[in-house]
């Protein structure tokens, strides 16, 4: 399984940006997935999960309201809306995929993860 995320980059704060997830195999359509993402100097953390159907996403606190995940199985692709971006939003960010159907917050229950997209949020 291959996992590419891509859609970062150098943005103001208040502004949005569109992150997506590809997966080359197409295999991921029946499990959860999710992003994280690792500011500098901190460990990686969860931002956003949804199960394999969409019926069921969860949030991060720092990004609940502002952050959007979505999937499109058809298109073995998931997607991170970000909007109002604050400079703690610069990170490297993570898509991941989980071993079961279901999103969770802990990353040992992910096994399979993207190289990471920067994105960066100047004040």
């Known amino acids: 399984v291959q996992l590419q995320a891509l859609g970062g980059g150098l943005v103001q704060t208040g502004d949005s940006l569109r992150l997506s997830c590809s997966d080359s195999r197409r295999t991921s359509s029946n499990n959860g997935v999710g992003w994280f993402r690792r500011a500098p100097g901190k460990e990686r953390e969860f931002v956003a999960g949804i199960n394999w159907n969409g019926s069921s996403t969860g949030y991060s606190d720092p990004v609940k309201g502002r952050f959007t995940i979505s999937r499109d199985n058809a298109k073995s692709s998931w997607y991170l809306q970000m909007n109002s971006l604050k400079p703690e939003d610069t990170a490297i960010y993570y898509c991941?995929?989980?071993?079961?159907?279901?999103?969770?917050?802990?990353?040992?229950?992910?096994?399979?993860w993207g190289q990471g997209t920067l994105v960066t949020v100047s004040s």
């Open positions: 991941a995929r989980a071993i079961g159907a279901w999103w969770t917050t802990e990353t040992s229950r992910y096994r399979y």
